[in-house]
């Protein structure tokens, strides 16, 4: 409550008291995807009283993005307390299903009115700013914008790989983002990958009376438990530089959660800490293994066979293709938790820079370093502790909004560079990657530091950390502020 009072009302009324003409105060933004990223940006755009317009790849169907993809069985991993993506979303259950998830992906939909601000069937493959620095998306037939919200997510195309030998098995093959009860029920089931959509096949073929689940996985990953202190508290930690603290964890993780499942956790060799990659949050693995309902083996898949997937074992701590024991897991059904593609950024503009100040390597992660009106929320990291759907989303908007109101808050390339070269200094020998691994708290910190010490800033700290909050009837008020949208005009003027 007190934070909320101290945002300073709208940026309407802020900028006007910074001196900036009321007409200054119209930028338009372009967002790319209309996952919970691009839905959360343009309510949190609409919020602060500007436009925006969605450009998605897919058409009316996939409104949510990759939750739109997934089994109906898919469930958050963390609290769906550490996923509000934005203030009007409202949770029933502490770990939501694909439906629920969905459902109020929609809530914000409808409310915001986003489906005339959507444009569907358009994959975005180029943008570029006019000489006046406004945006094209594809087309000048699709408008000018202002800025750039990328929000094309980390999951694009399923990924399948062709496994020598996969016409010779007499079984099923099947995707884990297809996961069916009738392949399953009955079957050896095995699941080749070891992320959490291994986890998630091998918790649904125990769950649909398969008669036993082995998990071919190539790497050993950090699992923690389902526990909301728990989570918290890993994400809120920062500057675990040397990696003492990983250890730790890492330790009494293996000693109290992993117990005989020891050597399941990745080894304690200082490069592969708990604070390295991305660690599957689950409780039920291990619980389920215990009760010899399933099973987890390490090692390299060299090809399927009739009966099978001849693989090679390893042991705890050995490289990946190094020598193990060959034999054939024999099954049933082979369900493949491979993941998906990354989608590509190759829309934006090339970068004129050294491969150095690539993504993750942007300023605050997502703005490049030559151009803050462009922002890739949620999709230049690669691991964290943390929640993709966490308040950060707003924060990062507003960010973008105050850089396109204010030029003066804008941070120049140098300013830019020199905060990633920091960053770089700051966390050297993490085994993580500077700004390839982050934490929540870590994001914040840099939130609050980049506005401390950037006195252009100052007037709008309030409004960035906690936006004007959610409009109680946008439709009404959009309509009132604004005119059509760009696409809107673009189209109009075509006529
Ligand atoms: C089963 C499962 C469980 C998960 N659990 C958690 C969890 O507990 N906590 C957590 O934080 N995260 C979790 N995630 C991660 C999840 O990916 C994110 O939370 C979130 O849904 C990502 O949303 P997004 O909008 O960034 O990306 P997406 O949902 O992938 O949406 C991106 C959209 O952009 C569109 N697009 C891509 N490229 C283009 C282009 N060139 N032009 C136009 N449109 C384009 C795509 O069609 C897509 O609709 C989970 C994911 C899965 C699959």
């Not at 700013?129 to 087309?139: A, F, I, R, S």
Request: hydrophobic share 40%.
């Amino acid at each position: 409550m007190f934070l909320r009072k101290l945002s300073f009302g709208s940026l309407v009324e802020l900028s006007e008291q910074q001196g900036l003409g009321a007409d200054a105060v119209r930028p338009r933004v372009a967002i790319i995807g209309a996952g919970i990223t691009g839905i959360a940006t343009a309510c949190h755009i609409l919020d602060a009283g500007f436009e925006c317009h969605i450009f998605e790849a897919g058409d009316k169907d996939v409104v949510g993005g990759i939750w739109t993809k997934v089994n109906e069985t898919s469930s958050l991993q963390i609290h769906s307390q550490f996923y509000r993506f934005h203030d009007a979303v409202e949770w029933e259950s502490d770990y939501p299903k694909r439906k629920e998830i969905l459902g109020q992906v929609m809530r914000l939909w409808e409310r915001y009115d986003l489906a005339r601000r959507t444009t569907f069937g358009c994959k975005v493959t180029s943008t570029y700013q006019e000489e006046d620095g406004k945006w094209v998306v594809n087309d000048t037939a699709n408008g000018y914008y202002d800025g750039l919200v990328a929000a094309i997510g980390t999951c694009g195309e399923v990924y399948s790989p062709s496994i020598p030998g996969q016409q010779s098995f007499r079984g099923q093959v099947i995707h884990s983002s297809e996961l069916d009860v009738k392949a399953v029920k009955g079957k050896n089931v095995l699941v080749v990958g070891g992320g959490a959509s291994a986890v998630e096949a091998l918790e649904f073929a125990c769950d649909n009376g398969a008669s036993s689940v082995k998990v071919l996985a190539r790497s050993e990953r950090w699992f923690i438990p389902r526990h909301p202190m728990l989570n918290a508290c890993l994400a809120g930690t920062i500057g675990d530089r040397y990696g003492i603290l990983a250890y730790i964890l890492g330790f009494f993780l293996r000693l109290i959660f992993y117990r005989e499942f020891w050597d399941m956790a990745p080894p304690m060799n200082g490069k592969d800490d708990l604070y390295s990659g991305t660690p599957i949050v689950n409780s039920r693995v291990f619980e389920l293994m215990r009760q010899g309902r399933a099973s987890w083996v390490r090692g390299d898949i060299l090809n399927f066979t009739r009966r099978g997937i001849r693989f090679s074992r390893r042991k705890g701590g050995a490289k990946e293709g190094s020598l193990g024991e060959e034999r054939i897991e024999k099954g049933d059904v082979c369900i493949l938790a491979t993941g998906y593609r990354r989608p590509s950024l190759s829309f934006l503009p090339k970068s004129k820079a050294s491969s150095k100040y690539q993504p993750p390597n942007w300023f605050l992660q997502v703005f490049p370093t030559e151009n803050p009106t462009v922002c890739a929320t949620n999709c230049t990291w690669k691991d964290g502790i943390g929640s993709v759907g966490g308040a950060h989303i707003g924060i990062y908007t507003r960010f973008l909004l105050v850089f396109l109101l204010d030029p003066r808050t804008a941070p120049s390339e140098t300013i830019m560079k020199a905060w990633v070269d920091l960053v770089h200094i700051l966390k050297r020998p993490y085994p993580g990657g500077a700004l390839a691994f982050v934490t929540s708290a870590e994001l914040f910190g840099w939130f609050l530091i980049v506005m401390l010490v950037q006195p252009a800033l100052w007037p709008w700290i309030g409004f960035i950390w906690n936006g004007p909050g959610p409009d109680p009837n946008p439709k009404e008020s959009q309509k009132a502020r604004l005119g059509p949208t760009q696409v809107e005009i673009a189209l109009e003027q075509k006529q």
